[in-house]
């Protein structure tokens, strides 16, 4: 077995349900499983999960009695990996056919790195309304201002994951797992690229970071600490723990401002 995919769900949308499985179920790769996990849906969502299992033998299909979060459902997820690699899928976002070729064959190639992800789509009910990238090669310098890998494109080798434990589950890294993730590999001398290519679509509208709740901000900034000082970026990172404090209280568009001075900045530098 060459990928393993692995999906976590929790009361998603029949329709959104079926689009993202396929994406994975029609991958113009074969070598593939896909273990999905029902973290304790209190909606109809297992039933069509099982129902979706039953027709495809690729599909394993796992389910917890009660809702364990995202950290735990994915490392339970991992345990049952056959896979020489391991790619993430959110249940609300769908993947462009051609990822899981396109990644492998990377991977195959550049074993210096152990883990790649790509740039997406960014969707809503009215189609697409902007994308997302980082860094080809992202630095420790790069996790300063926003985690440069998405998440859910991500592919990674099992082996990587495996020797850093996986996700770690605590009270400050629920919604930040993934931010804990990737510094704690990097803190350990892995290292990841982007893809330029677009080979993830995310469903997200632009009202997303209204809606998060403040104290999930305040456990990024416990994240970014522990990680930031894993990483040799503190203390002159020290602005960048409090971001997330910052960001709860200031309009999206100033936002978007720091962020292109930072990164015109960085590319300045890095010249």
Request: glycine content about 6%.
């Amino acid at each position: 077995m060459m990928v393993s995919v692995i999906m976590c769900v929790f009361n998603t949308n029949e329709s959104v349900l079926k689009r993202s499985i396929q994406s994975i179920l029609l991958q113009t790769f074969s070598d593939f499983e896909l273990i999905i996990c029902d973290d304790g849906s209190t909606d109809n969502t297992y039933e069509i999960l099982l129902n979706i299992s039953n027709s495809d033998t690729r599909i394993k299909l796992i389910k917890n009695d009660i809702n364990m979060k995202a950290a735990a459902a994915r490392n339970r997820c991992i345990s049952l990996c056959q896979g020489k690699y391991i790619a993430v899928m959110d249940a609300d976002d769908f993947s462009d056919l051609n990822r899981l070729k396109i990644q492998t064959n990377f991977l195959e190639s550049n074993n210096k790195f152990d883990f790649v992800g790509s740039s997406a789509y960014l969707y809503n009910e009215k189609g697409i309304w902007g994308r997302r990238k980082y860094a080809k090669f992202p630095t420790n310098k790069d996790f300063l201002f926003v985690l440069p890998f998405i998440h859910a494109s991500v592919m990674f080798r099992k082996k990587a994951l495996m020797e850093v434990g996986g996700y770690r589950i605590a009270k400050e890294t629920i919604r930040t797992e993934d931010y804990d993730l990737f510094m704690r590999l990097y803190a350990s001398g892995c290292k990841g690229a982007n893809i330029e290519e677009s080979l993830y679509y995310i469903q997200e509208d632009q009202s997303l970071y209204k809606r998060r709740k403040y104290y999930h901000k305040f456990n990024e900034a416990i994240v970014r600490c522990k990680g930031f000082r894993a990483l040799g970026l503190l203390p002159g990172g020290f602005f960048y723990v409090i971001k997330p404090l910052i960001v709860g209280v200031i309009p999206n568009s100033l936002l978007n401002l720091l962020k292109e001075i930072f990164y015109k900045h960085k590319k300045m530098v890095d010249k």
